[in-house]
C-alpha cells in the first residue's frame, strides 16, 4: 500500500497584497484624482497599461523587437469603432461594455494572417518586417477611407445601446471604472500567461532559442502563439481607446504609436512584469502634461531615453528592485546621503540645462512675444548675458558637484554588495 503524504503550502500572502493594492488603487484613483482632467488621464492610463504590456510580451518575455505593435492596437480601435457605429444604428445588439473585446478579437484576427509571416525569423529580421507591416497597414489607412475614413477618421457616439443600472458610460468616471476593469482583468491574465508552459517556453525562446529546437519544440510557433496572444490584448486596448476618445484616425496604426510603445516600455523596465505599468503611467504624463509646459518635451524625452540606456538600461523597475533587494538586507538607509546628493546635484544641472534649452526654444519659436520668460518661476531674458551666465553656470556646477557625488554613491554601492554576496553565502552554509 502506497503512503500518502499530505503537504502544506502556504499562500503567497506578498503577492495576494501586490494584487489587492493595485485593485485599490486602481478603485480608488479617481476618488482621489476629481478633476475632469485627472479622469481623462487615469483612462488613459488604464489603456496605456494594457498595451504596454501587451507589447512586453514580446519584448521582454519573447525578446522581439517590435515595430509595428500599433498594427493591431489601431486595427482593434478601427474594428471596435465600426461595431460601435453598428450598435448605434440598431444593427447589432452588442453592450456597449463588449466592445472592447471585439476590438481583440479583431486584432487576433489580424495577428493570425499576419503573425505567420512576422514570427519566421527573429531578432533584426522580425523587427524589420514588423516595421515594413507597419508601414504597409499605415499606408493602407490613407488608400482606403472607405474603412480608414481617410484623414478625417471614423467617430462614434458611446452613450447608445442597452443602459443597464443607468450606465450610459457618457459621464468619463463611469467610462474609467469600465477601463479600469479591463486593466485589472487583462493584466492578471497577462501575469497568469507568463506563469504557463507557454510563457516559460517563450523566456527560453527568448535566451536560447537553439537549445529550445534540439529538445524538439517550433521555436516560430512559440513565436507566433505568443504574437497572436499578444495582439488580442492590444486590440482590447483599442476598443478602450475608441470608446475613450470617440473616435479613430489613421494616426493610431502608425509608426510614431509603435516607437512610443516601444520607448517607455524600456523606459519603465521590459524585463520586469510591473515595468510597463511604470511605462505606461509616464507615456501619459508626458504626452499629457509635459507636453502642455513645454513646446521642448520631446528633446526631454529622446534625454531621457538616452541616458537611461546608457546608465540604466534595466530601466525605472531594475533600478527599484535593486534597492528592494539592498533594503532586504538593511543596508538601505546606509544609502539615503548618496541619493541626496545625487538628487540635488543632478536636478541642479538639469535646471541649468533646462533653462538654456528653453530660452533656444523661445528664441527660435516665440521671438514675436519678447525675450522674457518664466522658467521654473524665474524670469529669465533669452538675449541677457546674465541669464545665459547664469544658466550655464548651474549647469556646470551641477555636473561637477553630481560627478564627485556619483563617485562616492559607487563606492558605497560597492561595498553594500561586497556585504550582501557575503551575506549570502553566509546564511547557504548555515542550511
Known sequence: MANTYYEF????????????LYALILACAPLVFTSSLSHTMLSQMGIAIIVCLSYNMLLGQGGMLSFGHAVYSGMGAFLAMHTLNLVTKGQWPLPVSLLPLVGGVAA???????????????????????LGVGELVWASALMFP???????????NRVTGAKPWGITFGPQVQLYYLIALYTFVCTAAMFAFTRTPLGRMLNAVRDNPERVEFVGYNTQMVRYIAFVV?????????????????????EVVGGQRSGAYLLFTFLGGATFFFGPIIGAVLMVVAFVLLSEFTKAWLLYLGLTFLFMVMFAPGGIASLVM????????GRLRELWVSYLGLGVTGLSALAGAGAMIEMVYHLKLNAALGPELRFMGVPLHAQSVDSWFGAGFLLVTGVLLFELARREYVRQW???????????KRREMLI
Open 9 to 20: 503550502k502556504p499562500y503567497n500572502v506578498g503577492r495576494w497584497v501586490i494584487w489587492g
Open 322 to 329: 535593486m534597492n528592494l533587494r539592498v533594503a532586504s538586507f
Open 230 to 250: 499578444a495582439a488580442f490584448f492590444a486590440g482590447v486596448s483599442g476598443g478602450l481607446a475608441a470608446l475613450n476618445f470617440e473616435i479613430v484616425t489613421a
Open 108 to 130: 487576433m484576427l489580424f495577428a493570425v494572417v499576419l503573425g505567420w509571416v512576422t514570427t519566421k525569423k527573429s531578432a533584426t529580421t522580425f523587427a524589420m518586417i514588423t
Open 414 to 424: 560597492g561595498e553594500t554588495q561586497e556585504f550582501i554576496e557575503k551575506e549570502i
Open 146 to 156: 472607405e474603412f480608414f475614413g481617410g484623414e478625417g477618421g471614423i467617430s462614434g
